[in-house]
């Protein structure tokens, strides 16, 4: 049914809803409150406490009153008397209010109280007559994702009425119900909306949870492929490249190492996760794997995020495996026919790109190994499209994201996962402090001073032009360095140059050619500079803990001490809390955990993060008990008596679901 049905929408607010997605009566109760308010707890005028929100209930005894106040807006004031304590009610520019409030009549305000004057006032409270039906006070409120200039009491009102017009689909087989113990649809979508008391809230979020992680686990399911057999590796020496390399590798990357030559030995496809902070060395245990492949005459894909990154590795694999031919594959490399007839004929074995290279025209002679470097993201969608390149490659996928183990095996069943917990040695821990921008001029002096001694410095702006936001950009920052430091050199880098001109740029920095890169988060991922010693991070409070993170990784990659600054003039707890942890450690694993208690679910986990489809409900770290039984149930429903409707249902979603995830 059409949204437009529901009475209070017009053509206007349906054009509105639309906006955020809500076309349908259907869609409206899909779109779940963002939170809650508990105003089910009613204070009475003796017991208000000043600066937080109360809910009081009221009856009126005295008209509300409008005055014109400075500057002309009208200030709405309604005097209410409880066993003599009085309490102000006030609102600016809503005069219609003094209409509304009839004499003798009941209603709860929710609203912060303050102190002005020595009386206690309420500012600009929601209300609501006291009623059988009360939605906006006097209880559990949910709150929206409302359009500009809905208000939530109007919207809860829409919602209200939906839920009586709405016909519900179930989605979910029956038999789950009594094995799961799970409430009715019904009840879970009326109580997700409008609970009566926290346990019915935990109730309802439980079913819709659940539903929305079963179809999940299916689609991923779907995306397994069975245990096949793999390429046998039988050389497996690591001798000759160990040699060759200008340190010893740690004892975690040795161990990860085993994991993977345990894989190339067993005849079955590899597919093994390697996590590991960012700087802790994961690359060179890709150099070693794709050796062993290479050196038994079987070609080794390499595919990185951004070309940036796949031309450092090129280099970096170069140094090590040229004897193998390695050759790089990425947007501006010039007669790919050339590159593509070599892989068409094993002329080489080691092939460095971008995602593309899994792509169109490339055929590969005798592809064995697919190496991934997802950085900081959690891919799902790069398992599925190399398969088709060869009969069963081994598949290793790099990532930097510190996701708990737990839950990587959740979602990652059919991988194996190594973990590389150990940074090599040598490495001084970065020095983090956080500044506001009063400190300016003494950074730049400190900037000055590091490049003088010949390392080298980045300087991450949130923008990369001039904006109203006030925030430090790219081309500004740049302009204003250069005329500050003549004697240094700086650059810029940013998302909206030529891919070409960046790799230029980022090429140049990495030997050393100029000393200061101004940029845009583009060089968050992976790029390996050691020489660079400094990194300021300009409107920090812009960045989420894992950014943060990632970034600072940049610097503290060589023998030298390091250090991150970041700058911010914003006060607010959650920046000031980030901050903090971002002082106090330098473990990502340490960091999630942080973020996790600071925001309820980090920015870690965010959606974005790892590659998984955005999720309406749940949310993977809170919810990892119903995951486990949504797993369950997941990998049992295939040996279930369904009927075909709910067959043709399971399908349909799951189907949507691989959509999402494909087109990612
Ligand atoms: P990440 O895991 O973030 O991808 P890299 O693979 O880029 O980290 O490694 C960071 C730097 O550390 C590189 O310059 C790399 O050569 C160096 N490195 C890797 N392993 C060791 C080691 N065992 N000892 C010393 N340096 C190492
Ligand atoms: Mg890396």
Redesign the pocket.
Known sequence: MDISNIKGIGKQRAAALQNIGIFTVDNMINAFPKYYNDRSKISTLDKLEIGTIQTIKATITEPAKNSTVAGGKVLTKLLVTQNQKKLEIVWFGRSYLQWIFKIGSTHYFTGRIIAKFGTLQMESPEYEEEDAQSLSVGRIVPVYNTPKKISQKMYRKWVKSALDNATLHDKLPKILYEKFNLAALKTAIENIHFPQNEQQLQTARQRLVFEELFFMQLALQNLRGDTAEGVKITDVETLPILQK??????KA?QTVLDDIIHDLQSGFAMNRLIQ???????????VIAAYLVAKSGYQVAIMAPTEVLAQQHFS?FSQYLSQFSPLLLIGSVKDKKTVYKKIAENATQIIIGTHAIIQKYVSFAKLALVIT?E?HRFGVMQRTDLIKKAENPHKMI?T?TPIPRTLGLILYGDMNISI?NQL????QTIITNCVNSSYRQRLTAFVEKQAQQGQQIYIICPTIEESELELQSVLEYTANLQRQLPNIAVACLHGKMKNSVKEEIMQAFKQNKFSVLVATTVIEV?V?V?NATLIIIENAERFGLAQLHQLR?RVG??TQQSHCVLVTDNKSETTTQRMKAMKTTTDGFKLSELDLQLRGHGDFFGTQQHGLPKLNIANFYKDIEILKEAQKAASTISQTQLTPQEQSTIQQETSKILQNILTM
């Open positions: 390399l200008p340190f010893t590798i740690t990357q590991g902070d960012v700087g802790s060395g994961k690359t060179i245990v890709a970096y470097d950085q790099m930097a590389i090599p040695p040598g490495r992976g390996d050691p990784g990659r060589g």
